[in-house]
């Protein structure tokens, strides 16, 4: 009978280590190409697997010191959850960044591939002009059409490839200007003035929306940081009566419930002061 408890242990046992050990392979390469992914298409070259092990390392370091410097389990629990989606946080903010300096780009890019195009230059060399003497983002992502184009890849090709990888409006505005006029003729150079100007007016109208809605952004922030500080400040005035808020079962679950309204709440705010131009 013992020796069938102990063989029953040790499967299950075993059986533990392969699941555990599965999901960890599965994740790692999930984690690597979603980095590697995320880091190529904003032109970062940074090993998958070095940023792997940083964060891995971050989310076994950061609870332990919050538990011997504060001894609030609760909170090194949310430190530990927020070090773990680290990562996928820092690509969003990244890629957002890249994307507003790629828009903000494009009114003075556009005008300058007009101008070129106007003193006589052909569409490529205008290209090749912009990709010089503009800044990145921008000039990485024409400089990369132009390498795709000199090893046989169309023009169009390109141009709708940089369309797909960056996937914004108005990229997508100016393959297809190019695109069409190359197909059914025109003066580009005008269409490409237009667009810039359009560009411009839908930017000056995009920055009005986001005064606008600040105030919003900014009492959305207040609400969600407002219980935190009342509850910093009770815990400094009745530490005895907070005390169960972070040592029980019961006030585990008052954070929980209370986080979870805070985040839904979040959600709706945005919802509501989030408007498409």
Do not use: C, H
């Not at 169309?154 to 108005?170: G, I, Y």
């Not at 150079?189 to 560009?199: K, N, P, Q």
């Not at 809605?213 to 910093?232: C, D, E, N, R, Y």
């Amino acid at each position: 009978m013992a020796t069938a408890v102990s063989l029953l242990v040790a499967l299950s046992v075993m059986l533990v280590i392969y699941v555990l050990s599965r999901s960890w392979g599965q994740y790692s390469a999930r984690f690597q190409s979603d980095a590697k992914t995320s880091l190529e298409d904003m032109f970062l070259f940074i090993d998958p697997q070095r940023l792997f092990f940083i964060n891995l390392a971050m989310v076994a370091v950061v609870p332990v010191l919050i538990i011997l410097l504060t001894g609030a389990v609760p909170l090194a629990v949310i430190a530990g959850v927020a070090v773990f989606v680290l990562p996928r946080f820092a690509y969003s903010v990244l890629k957002k960044r890249r994307e507003a300096k790629l828009i903000e780009q494009m009114p003075d890019a556009l005008n300058m591939m007009a101008g070129s195009m106007r003193s006589g230059a052909s569409l490529a060399i205008a290209m090749d002009l912009v990709a010089t003497e503009s800044a990145p983002p921008f000039s990485q992502e024409l400089s990369l059409v132009l390498r795709e184009q000199k090893l046989g890849v169309s023009l169009e090709d390109a141009l709708e490839s940089f369309a797909k990888r960056v996937n914004l409006e108005d990229v997508n505005l100016m393959v297809a200007a190019i695109v069409i006029s190359k197909d059914v003729g025109g003066n580009l150079s005008e269409v490409l003035e237009r667009l810039a100007s359009t560009l411009r007016s839908k930017a000056a109208l995009e920055g009005k929306i986001r005064a606008l809605t600040s105030q919003g952004k900014l009492q959305g922030v207040i609400v969600g940081l407002l219980p935190v500080f009342l509850a910093f400040v009770l815990f400094q005035m009745e530490p005895e009566a907070m005390a169960p808020l972070f040592t029980t079962y019961y006030g585990y679950g008052v954070i929980a419930v209370v986080s979870v309204l805070l985040i839904l709440g979040g959600v709706f705010i945005k919802k509501i002061i989030t408007i498409d131009v």
